[in-house]
């Protein structure tokens, strides 16, 4: 079975600090990955996602993310970080399994 | 265009109470998706249907859960007798189509707890 896992359970940032959510999934065949978003008070929404082709992908409001094959993970990064990304931020494997989320609090 | 409709939005019960979630999706999504989300978790897969029928289940607890779609449009999940472990958001998705490549939307959720 796929599993997902979540390197930080809550990341505070400030202003203008670069981000990067560690993620990394179990299963070893063909994946399509994604990155959701759950801002305060709102529904979860899409942020990016990779199915094939180049493994740095671009999502929304200037985030990517890298799949790096041999280690199993789709890391999400962020250059400059805002106050308005403070949110909960889930990585999901095919779609259908989830990790348990990191809580971003930005500082402005 | 109109996003996933869920309610209630909260819901406060008894254990061993029964209680119902409806979700109306997306028109003209044939995939709609019922998740469980346990605080402090990601959301738990619990339920695929593909039009009125059901992909998957099998995290479905069918002791107590049930689900259905009649008319393929919109669903009602069901906890029967709910348990304290049932508390959680549940989460209704709808996307055009069942593979992995078409985005889910998502509804606010149903926030249960179960005293």
């Known amino acids: 079975a796929q599993s997902v896992s979540q390197h930080n359970h809550h990341v505070i940032l400030s202003e203008a600090a670069s981000l990067e959510l560690g993620c990394n999934y179990s299963?070893?065949?063909?994946?399509?990955l994604f990155w959701y978003v759950q801002y305060p008070g709102q529904h979860l929404q899409l942020l990016l996602k990779?199915?094939?082709?180049?493994?740095l992908v671009k999502g929304i409001k200037g985030f990517e993310a890298e799949f790096i094959k041999s280690k199993f993970s789709f890391n999400l990064r962020k250059p400059s970080v805002q106050w308005s990304d403070t949110a909960e931020y889930f990585c999901?494997?095919?779609?259908?399994?989830f990790g348990p989320g990191t809580r971003l609090s930005v500082l402005p | 265009e109109a996003g996933v409709a869920q309610s209630p939005r909260y819901k406060i019960i008894e254990k061993r109470q029964s209680v119902a979630f409806w979700c109306n999706p997306i028109s003209g999504h044939a995939t709609l998706y019922w998740y469980q989300q346990i605080l402090g978790q990601g959301p738990k897969l619990l339920i695929q249907f593909q039009n009125n029928g059901v992909v998957d289940d099998s995290q479905l607890p069918k002791d107590r859960f049930s689900a259905e779609r009649l008319k393929g449009v919109d669903s009602t999940l069901k906890i029967q007798p709910a348990k304290l472990e049932d508390s959680a958001v549940y989460l209704c998705a709808s996307s055009l189509g069942w593979d992995t490549t078409y985005e889910q939307y998502f509804g606010p959720g149903t926030r249960l707890t179960v005293t």
């Open positions: 990779y199915f094939s082709g180049d493994p």
């Open positions: 999901a494997v095919g779609n259908f399994v």
């Open positions: 299963y070893g065949g063909t994946v399509n």
